[in-house]
């Protein structure tokens, strides 16, 4: 059974930086291409990044790059996301999923920015 649980989120201003993670269980993480979504009350459901299983290439989605940065760590199950100079627009529940697949995803984990 696919397991992801996300961590890290909170309240910051704008400007503000959060590191994100999600630990994954219940498949081979180091075969799987991984992607972080969010959903927001203005712009709903969003892909916002994806890596390769290998850690490269990586893909972002155009508001977020230059700001947020994915990575892997296959020895630990796990998948990271940085997100640095946070907007107000930014603010939603923040999931992890394999590859492309929503139905994957754990309980998220929420990200606030506002003054």
């Known amino acids: 059974e696919v397991q992801l649980a996300e961590s890290g989120g909170g309240l910051v201003q704008p400007g503000g930086s959060l590191n994100l993670s999600c630990a994954a269980s219940?498949?081979?993480?180091?075969?799987?291409?991984m992607a972080w979504a969010r959903q927001g009350p203005e712009r709903g459901r969003e892909w916002v990044s994806s890596?390769?299983?290998?850690?490269?290439?990586?893909f972002y989605q155009d508001s977020v790059k230059g700001r947020f940065t994915i990575s892997r760590d296959n020895a630990k199950n796990t998948l990271y996301l940085q997100l640095t100079g946070l907007k107000t627009e930014d603010t939603g529940v923040y999931y992890c999923?394999?590859?492309?697949?929503?139905?994957?995803r754990g309980q998220g984990t929420q990200v606030t920015v506002s003054s």
């Open positions: 890596i390769n299983p290998g850690g490269m290439p990586t």
């Open positions: 999923t394999r590859g492309l697949d929503w139905g994957s």
């Open positions: 219940g498949f081979t993480f180091s075969n799987f291409a």
